[in-house]
């Protein structure tokens, strides 16, 4: 951590800091400039991290070095993490295909598209029985019955099944029915519900917020994993921005971005970074050829019925010929879909 | 609500479209143009905002016209909602001046810094017992302790207390202390929570989430509000944005903007939308001027100690001059501070 | 184009609306919802873009049906447009890879990284020479002298050469060395600027704004387009965001967001996009999987010596590398390097 | 300037370094931490910035610790700037209060304006005869018919007048005729225009961008001032956000953060910060309370037939009421209007 001085900061001020940072148990470092006094700080980060050092007189800014996560960390973990959902693999050159619709709405449609996206070569299945909207007035979701059709129909088409948990209370439940749980990009920092999905011991899907930075993101994974739970895949779903032809903003970039900093697989999902149908194949075959590990596509039989997002969910013919783009560009970038 | 055609659409596609939305029990009033066809819809807006008439063949855009909540809309209920915390009233002209720490870390610093806000003016006690941090490793709050300690300094010093809550089980635990629930920023799209506090009597303080659009903020008003808890006062803490030398970005805007949509009270927090304290003096004569219910500011008496975002508290004495600030705004804009 | 009235509307509003529309010779189309009318208004687009709808009493909103831009349209001109710079051609299939440094700094050093990206496969060759510093203060560009230089090594190594021009006054001078010239994101609304490089008849590298819209670009290329130039190439290289761990936010999805909209060829500029070296092979892959008409790359022999944005640039070992993956990924998405 | 190493350099690669730095005329100064490596860089700063040190290997991160500005630093010049305009003063505790339409569209339409915003109070006069339009199918501005109705216009009302120049081949033209240059924030960073306002001897009105920080600003102000004119006023207008219900976003905190780190004059533009005219008062407030040196407003006798932004653009009745406040405030804040 460095410490920049006020220009004309007096040597009370500076003995005041030093002092301060001795109390803390860490060492101080001078270096006196033309215009700035700077003092490096040497010793535990997270004694650092939480002293509030921006605050005593004559600092002017306080510049942490390191990166505030540590088991998320490629340095603390060189070798790339590869998750298990059921048999699948994702991560270490296996790719995650994950496909689904946005809500289950009854065992008849989600068998349907179940059926169709397995043909196409998806390797997991989704689907939502919480909801998480921002209509209070709109469609919420089946909740236990929606868990009971997905892994009904997961089993039937040898499909391990992820969906949304929202609430800390659902935790047990979501865990009897799902081989992966994901945490919406909307509770990114629930802190209390990514601490009890610490607790058990099943993948993580952990989804970017809106306005989260990469390292937020991964701040956030540093939670689960620090529960003790490893199995943590991140996913790109696009952040708010100005751009107004699409729904979020693809962050293509966080993908190397992700992989440079942890170890963790990463993941993008088109279907909400864009909102438009249109726009998903061609940014599915950019994340694979970017490097991710898997992508997350919506899917409905019949997008103008579905309960939920049904706008920009990709039929199930246009899904086959996405996988068959995915199969070309696994094979040019050296990976495989089990 | 309108629908948008592609161009060259068929009479078959616009046959479905209309038969689609008569199905739907809506009437559909065609507009021919030279460009484009366009169709109005006409109904039960509930019906028309969750059918995915987007996902209809030959439909390029569907453009909602009314706004998405009603009882949170001034159209609903035209006179300003006046919320009553204890005996303090935020609302209808009168501003509710809301100080404390971030964190609430002991009885003997919490009524130190009471009995000085209280000394300048204030009339509402904040501090947090539980703590969202982005850190798992950070200081995450005193817990049922600090409610105590809460309770017992505001009822010392004449002051109701506000406090955040993060997890729907804290809910009843919470209640039995404050005299407000402060949803925080993270958590305005914590849809299961919104539920719950939907559910209780006390009045809750909704913090803007960091991505989230003025309309956002007001949806999950209406969670709160369609609970039956109509005891909402909405606050403007800044926004993510990519100017880097403030925290965020504090969209003053919102406090005129949210007036003309809703009839909820607003309050601006210029300590977390800036993250500096030689730019919250600034900023709250701003919101008073610019037509803010209150100001809601962290002080600290030992802002170089505090165990959580120090560094953005005033001291006391700063605080004191602000306060002498808000009474000079508020005659001018004829508002009291109770 | 869509009026929405305000809930209310007196008859006296409504009919002075529609006289306004029909003074301007244009038809409206009533129709009366249960909380609202709406005026579909039909006729010349141009003449209603320009009149200033939303300042008549009673009026709600209004809400543009068709694309502010006509010639950069798809619908207007459906078939590809294919660029050619000097014999190389970009879109249709054709990828153009432009490289080299960020700003020319002597022959010598040109020569030397000109040899080494035409060595890798690049087809037309970069270097600024008169160059957008933020700080006055900064190293300026060598101007005419950079001109010649670069002509004279472009003509060496076989390679057309692009470069930026900032100043309407610099036109005559840069067409006269110039096989295709560069408008940077600065000046993507320089407005007066757009007009000159509309009058003549070298292709146009037209740079995304740091907060323009896709819409914004392609009207920014309208500009160009009106005046009779035709060869434009538009360019993604990052918006303005808040994640601070990149230099920009590249925006991979306006790739296929401006071929669903244009006929205009579009390039990616993972360089300016990202900031970082280590991140631009996969945003270089990813651009080309996503549909690309070619990858715009700063490769620099000493980074560490370079004059201007070193830091970002690629060794020609490094950019040796990433063409190995073009030509991969070329041949999947069915495309060459010509 | 400190310069991070990565973890595990090599003591060739630091020796490299330092030898790079000294080389450069600098001072390097090692502290050794657990985790990294630092080298606090001591020595001339213009030197410094442009050598790109994050080129070199085993270089992570480097800091910057110096502003990069120096004559629009409030260190350098401790004392508030005065710019005078015509007889008007702007800053040092008077207010400029601009106003007029947004187009010159005639000589009548103009007087009749003007008369109104003089009797309310504003003592500068606006309004454009270069238009920077986003489509080039908009109207462009009389040109130097609309300076010389603006010249007369102010001229027989006694207030002097601002207007905005596009093109460096303009600055003659609109010297001849002008008291003050606008800048807009589309030509924020036009530098060949920049450096051609820094050669005349009238006061510029330089408008922030909508994607530059607050340093990026006061960077172009640093063009005008280093080309030996020292009358520069900055201007808050909004930025460009992901909130939808507002044409852009604006700063307010932009006003004392501007105000800490320089010694220009800041006034705030409400009418193109959010295109709103139901938000206008409320912004013009909250900028006086803030601290802001003057606020630029649009008004228009008859929005809904301007040629230009008429919906954004105030009433006179509306700015008659606009103003009372502005002096109610004015007394506040210890200011005057002249």
Chains 1, 2, 3, 4 share one sequence.
Do not use: W
């Amino acid at each position: 951590m460095i410490i920049v001085l006020r220009p004309l900061s007096t040597e009370e001020q500076i003995g005041h800091i030093v002092a301060h940072i001795e109390n803390l148990g860490l060492k101080a470092h001078l270096s006196r400039g033309e215009h700035r006094t700077i003092i490096g700080v040497i010793g535990d980060e997270e004694v650092l991290r939480n002293a509030p050092l921006a605050a005593v007189p004559g600092v002017e800014q306080v510049l942490p070095i390191l990166k505030p996560f540590k088991l998320a960390s490629r340095e603390f973990h060189p070798q790339d993490t590869v998750v298990k959902v059921g048999q699948v693999l994702i991560g270490g050159g296996s790719l995650g295909m994950i496909a689904g619709p946005c809500a289950i709405e009854s065992y008849e449609v989600l068998d349907e598209i179940a059926k169709s996206v397995r043909a196409a070569g998806a390797n997991i299945l989704r689907g939502g029985a919480f909801k998480p909207r921002t209509s209070p007035y709109s469609f919420q979701g089946l909740g236990e019955r929606g868990l009971q059709i997905l892994r009904e129909v997961g089993d039937k088409h040898g499909m391990p099944v992820v969906t949304e948990i929202m609430d800390p209370r659902q935790v047990d439940l979501v865990n009897r029915y799902a081989d992966m749980v994901q945490i919406g990009a909307r509770n990114m920092q629930n802190f209390d519900l990514l601490k009890e999905v610490g607790q058990i011991r099943k993948p993580v899907l952990l989804k970017r917020g809106m306005s989260a930075t990469v390292k937020d993101l991964l701040m956030s994974a540093e939670y689960v994993l620090s529960g003790g739970n490893t199995q943590v895949v991140v996913c790109e779903r696009g952040v708010r921005s100005f751009e107004d032809s699409t729904r979020n903003m693809l962050d293509m970039s966080a993908v190397p971005n992700v992989k440079g900093m942890s170890h963790l697989p990463i993941i993008v999902d088109p279907s909400h970074a864009t909102g438009r149908p249109d726009l998903i194949p061609a940014m599915a075959r950019a994340s694979v050829a970017a490097g991710a590990d898997g992508v997350h596509i919506e899917v409905h039989s019949c997008p103008e019925k579905a309960l939920s997002d049904g706008a920009q969910a990709l039929l199930p013919s246009q899904y086959m010929a996405v996988m068959a783009d995915m199969r070309r560009l696994a094979e040019v970038v050296g990976k495989t879909i089990s």
